[in-house]
């Protein structure tokens, strides 16, 4: 096929002019190199979300995103109802938001009938109706259903964290 040796030139004249790239593809100027073969935007590097599966992209971390506060030796995000740094620094001195009380603490409102159990004893989930596609082990998240292969994969789909909050690897609260 002849095709393929001129797509290749092509790609290679693109990627010349775009700027130089690194092993993973990655244009260093605009992106980070997850060393896993995948690229993502420098603006996810240190905002509290791990993006890489490896979570390359919250470690070695000096300084944090807008979004996230440094603690505990990585960048926790900040305001999100999620208390990860062992002070709390991470959720003080955020805008009030409504709460629901369960067992021996409160949780953010917005986390109740998420579909992730927030509270010990799950009450927070309990008398909730979830569309029929979220089903299963599925996770809902930002208004929507996620397939239950999302969770635990070390990429933060949702928004808030859902999908990996409750992992072996995820920092407790």
Same mark, same amino acid.
């Given at each position: ?77 900040? !305001? $999100? ?5 062992? /002070? +709390?620094? =991470? %959720?003080? @001195? &955020? #805008?009030?938001? *409504? ?52 969770? !635990? $994969? ?5 928004? /808030? +964290?859902? =999908? %990996?909050? @409750? &992992? #072996?690897?995820? *920092?407790?609260?």
């Amino acid at each position: 096929m002849l095709l393929l040796p001129a797509l290749a030139a092509a790609l290679s004249v693109v990627m010349l002019a775009v700027g130089s790239v690194n092993a993973a593809g990655c244009d260093p100027e605009v992106g980070f190199s997850c060393g896993e073969g995948r690229c993502i935007d420098k603006k996810y590097v240190c905002d509290g979300n791990i993006n890489c599966n490896s979570g390359a992209d919250e470690r070695n971390c000096t300084a944090c995103a807008a979004t996230a506060v440094f603690c505990g030796g990585r960048c926790a995000h900040k !305001c $999100d109802g999620i208390a990860r740094c062992e /002070d +709390g620094a =991470d %959720e003080v @001195g &955020c #805008p009030t938001r *409504p709460v629901f009380a369960c067992d021996s603490r409160t949780v953010l409102a917005s986390k109740q009938c998420d579909g992730i159990m927030n509270c010990d004893n799950g009450e927070d989930e309990e008398g909730c109706s979830f569309p029929e596609d979220c089903r299963g082990g599925a996770v809902y998240c930002d208004n929507r259903c996620w397939p239950a292969s999302i969770r !635990c $994969d070390r990429v933060v789909w949702c928004s /808030d +964290g859902a =999908d %990996e909050k @409750g &992992c #072996p690897w995820w *920092p407790s609260a």
